[in-house]
């Protein structure tokens, strides 16, 4: 099974700066990542989605990159709003999917 | 508009058996792959199984191998989850999804507590 290691596991930023999450697999995705982000209580809601492909309707200072086994999300001009949790996910193949262990985007 | 919702969570004894349902509406639900995915409370998402349009594929993860079946009918718009010999490591909340064309679940739904305790 493909293994995600996602760093770092809390990121404490404030509004307006420029953010980088990092996930790297245990092995070649070609471009089937996912972000996600997540508020307390409340279901995972898709951003971004073969790596690098922004959901409709994602304001456009989330943006994501990669390929093989090493992608980012990034946040530029952090907004309030977007204090929460962020997973990546693989899904490379139907057998197996697997998620990063979660960022926790903090308010400094 | 897409929706996907969740019943059956509920307290239940270890080695017992839940069965959870998804009811989906806004789609044609025969063309998706669905997925159920958990949380367990303070921890991350964790993927639980996959199923194929039509029923014929179906993917677990190891740790719930053997317990757990998803199951789907497409007649009736529904997901299903029977989950038997249950444990406390299986309390968590658990989420419906619909993939994308490529399998990437796109709509969540808002997901059904299940808490496993004596």
């Known amino acids: 099974d493909i293994q995600m290691t996602q760093s770092p596991s809390t990121l404490s930023a404030s509004v307006g700066d420029r953010v980088t999450i990092t996930c790297r697999a245990s092995q070649s995705l070609n471009s089937w990542l996912a972000w996600y982000q997540q508020k307390p209580g409340k279901a995972p809601k898709l951003l971004i989605y073969k790596a690098s492909s922004l959901v409709s309707g994602v304001p456009s200072r989330f943006s994501g990159s990669g390929s093989g086994t090493e992608f980012t999300l990034t946040i530029s001009c952090l907004q309030p709003d977007d204090f929460a949790t962020y997973y990546c996910?693989?899904?490379?193949?139907?057998?197996?999917?697997?998620f990063g262990q979660g960022t926790k985007l903090e308010i400094k | 508009e897409v929706q996907l919702v969740e019943s059956g969570g509920d307290l239940v004894q270890p080695g017992g058996s839940l069965r959870l349902s998804c009811a989906a509406s806004g789609f044609t639900f025969s063309d998706y792959w669905m997925t159920w995915v958990r949380q367990a409370p303070g921890k991350g998402l964790e993927w639980v199984a996959n199923i194929k349009q039509d029923g014929s594929e179906k993917y677990y993860v190891d740790s719930v191998r053997g317990r757990f079946t998803i199951s789907r009918d497409n007649a009736k718009n529904s997901l299903y989850l029977q989950m038997n010999s249950l444990r406390a490591e299986d309390t968590a909340v658990y989420y419906c999804?619909?993939?994308?064309?490529?399998?990437?679940?796109?709509?969540w739904g808002q997901g059904t507590p299940v808490t496993v305790s004596s």
């Open positions: 996910q693989q899904y490379n193949s139907y057998s197996s999917y697997t």
């Open positions: 999804t619909r993939g994308d064309s490529s399998g990437c679940p796109q709509y």
